[in-house]
């Protein structure tokens, strides 16, 4: 997921073929060695590097650990749909600064907001949703949406 830093530009940054490709080695398999992607490409290793460097240093992508938040004890995890009353961008900031938040989008529809939350416990959660969420200025009402099971998270849907 990427970070509230992220370009909110419209227009996409140029990729070449060659950085698209790096791209999509590294979501086939993050922990790929540089000279293993360099074969696959036909760069040197300090050229893939380079470029993954500027991959991550432009906000184009991020190379992370996905876990599985229940094997750490993270056993509640939701999406919380917010309306807003007011400024949405001003909520969506303060719901980021929450560290049980995980993900948050600005949308169109029923709700002016999602954020994806993950905690411990229903206790957490409640906590979560009543002390915090609920309290910034500007949310007018919450949606809960617990999860039951996560069928499907893959992050190597390539690029254009």
């Known amino acids: ?3 509230t830093s992220r370009a909110t530009s419209a227009k996409a940054m140029q990729l ?3 950085s698209k490709a790096i791209i999509e080695q590294l979501q086939t398999d993050g922990r790929r060695s540089y000279a293993e992607i360099g074969k696959a490409v036909g760069l040197s290793e300090a050229a893939v590097r380079q470029r993954v460097q500027k991959l991550t240093d432009s906000g184009v ?14 056993y509640r995890q939701a999406m919380i749909g917010v309306r807003v009353t007011g400024d949405t961008t001003r909520v969506a900031e303060a719901l980021s600064s929450i ?8 949308t169109a529809g029923s709700f002016d ?4 939350i993950v905690c411990e416990n ?6 979560l949703l009543n002390k915090e969420i609920r309290g910034i200025d500007g949310v007018q009402s919450t949606e809960t949406f617990v999860y039951l099971r996560l069928q499907k998270q893959f992050y190597n849907w390539g690029t254009r």
Do not use: H, R
């Open 61 to 74: 992508m991020q190379i992370v650990a996905v876990t599985d938040p229940m094997q750490l004890g993270f």
């Open 122 to 127: 229903d206790d957490q959660l409640i906590d």
């Open 99 to 106: 560290s049980a938040v995980d993900y948050v989008v600005l």
């Open 1 to 3: 997921m990427m970070s």
């Open 16 to 18: 070449d073929d060659v």
């Open 113 to 116: 907001i999602l954020a994806e």
